[in-house]
């Protein structure tokens, strides 16, 4: 079936990028970004996110380096791949779908990122940053809300690169009448 509606070919299209250029994203993109990102649907409309915009490469760095740390990682691996902009977003530790809906604001933002032409990556890796003695010290500096704690990142940029569609493996899909 040929993919005719835009929002379908987005989906087609996008990809997890991991190399950005250092181009800055500006205020009025962060600002569509969150405007989606708040749009974004929540189990009995909760809302139970909070997104914090993170254009530091100093405190990425400092995050990155204790992730890697927490999770035994030797390689000089970088998990925000130098993008020059991160949405971290937190939830409502009381809510049990917290979690679940802070992954599909992600996937909303991630689909918007590409409509206007920037990359982007879902991570779960920074959570190893909260994993240890400094979580505190990261809740505190990225805002989060009381009650809240890491769920899911983003990191965006201007991609310098990009890669062919994954293939889809056979068999991820079945149909119950």
């Excluded at 990359?119 to 809300?145: C, N, Q, T, Y």
């Amino acid at each position: 079936m040929p993919i005719t509606n835009p929002v379908l070919q987005a989906i087609a299209d996008r990809r997890s990028i991991r190399g950005y250029t250092s181009d800055p994203i500006s205020k009025e993109q962060i600002d569509v970004l969150l405007k989606a990102a708040v749009e974004s649907p929540s189990a009995r409309d909760a809302q139970p996110w909070h997104f914090t915009v993170v254009q530091n490469a100093d405190l990425l760095d400092e995050i990155n380096e204790e992730a890697i740390k927490n999770f035994g990682i030797t390689d000089r691996m970088h998990i925000f791949y130098h993008a020059n902009t991160c949405i971290f977003i937190s939830a409502d530790s009381s809510n049990s779908w917290g979690r679940l809906d802070c992954g599909i604001a992600a996937g909303i933002i991630a689909l918007s990122a590409h409509s206007m032409g920037l990359g982007s990556v879902i991570l779960g890796m920074p959570g190893g940053a909260f994993e240890g003695d400094k979580r505190e010290h990261f809740e505190k500096l990225l805002k989060f809300p009381e009650g809240h704690a890491f769920a899911i990142a983003i990191a965006i940029g201007v991609p310098s690169a990009t890669k062919e569609a994954h293939p889809i493996q056979p068999n991820k899909t079945a149909i119950v009448q």
